[in-house]
């Protein structure tokens, strides 16, 4: 059983940054490949991305690519999302999710979720 917090989102104005963490409880996090999901109102659930569990392997969306960073740091059981260049389409309730294989796109193949954390980003 995993369980996980996420922490470090709020109201930013566009261009900016912020950094996203989740935490997690337990030692299988070490094991398990990450992921980071979006999803605004009325929309559906989008993948951001994904990383291994030894942070030698990620996955980007097209819509963020070389503006965010997801990386990990076992010793602490925590996962970040670095985000730059922030734009108004960025906003969403961020999710981190976790799985016992390797990187994946889909939610639907993640199988432990924290409660989300809200991004506002303003034009």
């Known amino acids: 059983q995993v369980q996980l917090v996420e922490s470090g989102g709020g109201l930013v104005q566009a261009g900016g940054s912020l950094r996203l963490s989740c935490a997690a409880s337990g030692r299988a996090f070490r094991v398990y490949a990450a992921g980071w999901f979006r999803q605004a109102p009325g929309k559906q659930r989008d993948f951001v991305a994904a990383i291994d569990w030894r942070g030698s392997s990620t996955d980007y969306a097209d819509s963020i690519k070389g503006r965010f960073t997801i990386s990990r740091d076992n010793a602490k059981n925590t996962v970040y999302l670095q985000m730059n260049r922030l734009i108004p389409n960025d906003t969403a309730v961020y999710y981190c999710?976790?799985?016992?294989?390797?990187?994946?796109?889909?939610?639907?193949?993640?199988?432990?979720w924290g409660p989300g954390t809200q991004v506002t980003v303003s034009s």
């Open positions: 999710a976790v799985r016992p294989n390797g990187n994946n796109k889909s939610w639907r193949n993640y199988n432990y």
